[in-house]
T-cell receptor
Framework: GAGVSQSPSNKVTEKGKDVELRCDPI?????LYWYRQSLGQGLEFLIY????????KSGLPSDRFSAERTGGSVSTLTIQRTQQEDSAVYLC?????????FGPGTRLTVL | AQTVTQSQPEMSVQEAETVTLSCTYD???????LFWYKQPPSRQMILVIR??????QNATENRFSVNFQKAAKSFSLKISDSQLGDAAMYFC???????????????FGKGTLLTVNP
């Protein structure tokens, strides 16, 4: 079946602009995660959605970051007023039980 | 908080040979999962192997096997008969087995870049 998909694959933006990153999880997976992968910090957890429960936002680095998940499926990660330190690869993963299956990521470059 | 340490930033192996990647972790929990993920240049994180902490038997998936030492908090990955397609960044990851909130998040090591020489 289809895996996790993310769009866009690459995004270049100017400092101060807002960006939206999209994740389509594997059908039927109730859990969805966002991670950030950067050279300096490695792989960091950002946010976790489980079914209809309130998301766990404990990993979001600032209030410029937000995410939503509509209908228990597609998720959008929004970064407002982007900064150069936001440049990274943003990975989405979905899960049914223990294993998390990752998408190919979105490489965000903030100029 | 849990931590995962991969002490080998880079490793290389000759094609058809065996290589072992090291991983140690720190946790106060007794029940958890450990994973090895592979990330080739395409960026796609691919699950290689999984180990449940309550299982004493080491997990094996074809040419990939682990040496899980719970008391020592060590979780190494052995790749046998290395192939050119095994070249990638390998990440060791920890996940709590306890339910609730960000317990389900993965905590990753910094990764080991594996080069396979023909």
């Amino acid at each position: 079946g289809a895996g996790v998909s993310q769009s866009p694959s690459n995004k270049v933006t100017e400092k101060g602009k807002d960006v939206e990153l999209r994740c389509d999880p594997i059908s039927g997976h109730t859990a969805l995660y966002w991670y950030r992968q950067s050279l300096g910090q490695g792989l960091e957890f950002l946010i976790y959605f489980q079914g209809n429960s309130a998301p766990d936002k404990s990993g979001l680095p600032s209030d410029r970051f937000s995410a939503e998940r509509t209908g228990g499926s597609v998720s959008t990660l929004t970064i407002q007023r982007t900064q150069q330190e936001d440049s990274a690869v943003y990975l989405c993963a979905s899960a049914w039980v223990a294993e998390q299956f990752f998408g190919p990521g979105t490489r965000l470059t903030v100029l | 908080a849990q931590t995962v340490t991969q002490s080998q930033p880079e490793m290389s192996v000759q094609e058809a040979e065996t290589v072992t990647l090291s991983c140690t972790y720190d946790t106060s929990e007794s029940d958890y999962y450990l994973f090895w993920y592979k990330q080739p240049p395409s960026r796609q994180m691919i699950l290689v192997i999984r180990q449940e902490a309550y299982k004493q038997q080491n997990a094996t998936e074809n040419r990939f096997s682990v040496n899980f030492q719970k008391a020592a908090k060590s979780f190494s990955l052995k790749i046998s008969d290395s192939q050119l397609g095994d070249a990638a960044m390998y990440f060791c990851a920890y996940r709590s087995a306890w339910s609730g909130g960000s317990n389900y998040k993965l905590t990753f090591g910094k990764g080991t870049l594996l080069t396979v020489n023909p």
